[in-house]
């Protein structure tokens, strides 16, 4: 997730995005898990608030930077010539196939 914004960023092979669509599906899972933990425990005192604020902050800036990764993959996706079907296959069978 740490690219250089601003300069032009290397093509991506259909692995690479599929790799990082990957990593992007656990660590949307991952955080989603911490939210619901932070959101279920009641703060004792203001401080206990204070630190759960801090930490949902934190949680809502990856998002922010996965969902800017995401978006990222997209365009890489878009600027790829679309790939032939392997035979045999009808055009809806593989996302990775045509578009």
Known sequence: M??????PQPRLSAVE???EAGRLRKACSLLRLRMREELSA???DW?????????LEGLQA???QCLHRLQEL?????????????????PGASPSCGG
Do not use: D, H, N
Request: charged residues 15%; positive net charge; glycine residues 10%.
């Open 17 to 19: 995005v599929e790799a």
């Open 47 to 55: 401080m206990q608030e204070y630190r759960c604020l801090l930490t």
């Open 74 to 90: 997209r365009a890489a996706v878009a600027e790829q010539p679309p790939r032939p079907c392997p035979v045999g296959r009808p």
């Open 42 to 44: 009641a703060p004792m």
């Open 2 to 7: 740490q690219t250089a914004s601003g300069g």
């Open 62 to 64: 990856m998002v922010g």
